[in-house]
């Protein structure tokens, strides 16, 4: 097959079919660029801080990660294979799906170089084929595929949207040189001219009733992601529902809810 005709570095052999053995492998090569990239940032993930990083030529490099586009590639799949799907399905697709969100969530907070990740096209790894099989799995059973493949999307917009926000928010509050909570009363005088002005109603109620935003970002996400399950509830068949699962959830939601909302001030 022609270098133009590898559309994506799994369709490319890793060892060529002539040539020395080679030195070095994509995992020694992608794990280099992942531990630099969540020290720095993406962008200082390049051929020859790798390169240097591992002990070899920057050109040598090529013979392995023929381009920028697959490194970014196997670095993204690298780290899809930290979310633990073992065992899904189990049979209780609630808990399933919460656990998949939950890693999810964990990674992109621990890699968050990934949020600058742009694929428009699939490329489809060996991690990612494995959670694809693992997640589509738990609502198979309920669902046509095509149903399937639009809940998934609706789940996965909204713990990587969410997931977005909270890392954008970090960055944000960074720049600053203030913590949140500071932020948060610095702009205080302002709010409180907002409110009292009385053109804002619906600003208002937020910022006088509404609880989600005094969650703190894990029971943020939590609550949503509860929201999310019980949208995707609607779709599957009444069996389908686990009556041990959902009940327990939302109690535990309330609970922090008042928990975070009822002390003073």
Known sequence: MADAEYVNIWMRPERPARGPKPVYSRAQITEAAVRIADAEGLEAATMRRIAAEIGAGAMSLYRYVPSRENLVELMADRVMGEIDVTGMPSGDWRADLTRYAEGLRTMWLRHPWIATVQRSLPS??????????????????????????????????????????????????????????????????????????????????????????????????????????????????????????????????????????????
Request: a negative charge.
């Open 124 to 265: 489809f790894g060996p991690n990612q084929l494995l959670l694809i099989e693992r997640l589509m799995g738990v609502l198979d059973a309920f669902v046509s595929i095509d149903e399937n493949l639009g809940l998934i999307a609706m789940l996965n917009s909204y713990i990587e949207g969410t997931v977005r926000e909270e890392i954008s928010s970090a960055r944000e509050v960074r720049r600053s040189g203030l913590s949140e909570s500071e932020w948060m009363a610095r702009s205080g005088p302002y709010v409180d001219r907002l409110v009292k002005s009385g053109e804002y109603p619906i600003f208002t109620k937020i910022v006088m009733a509404a609880r989600q935003p005094h969650l703190s970002r894990d029971d943020q996400f939590r609550y949503g992601l509860q929201r999310v399950l019980d949208c995707i509830a609607t779709a599957l068949p009444s069996t389908a529902e686990s009556p041990a699962v959902r009940p327990e959830a939302s109690r535990n939601l309330e609970e922090a809810q008042v928990a975070r909302t009822a002390r003073p001030g």
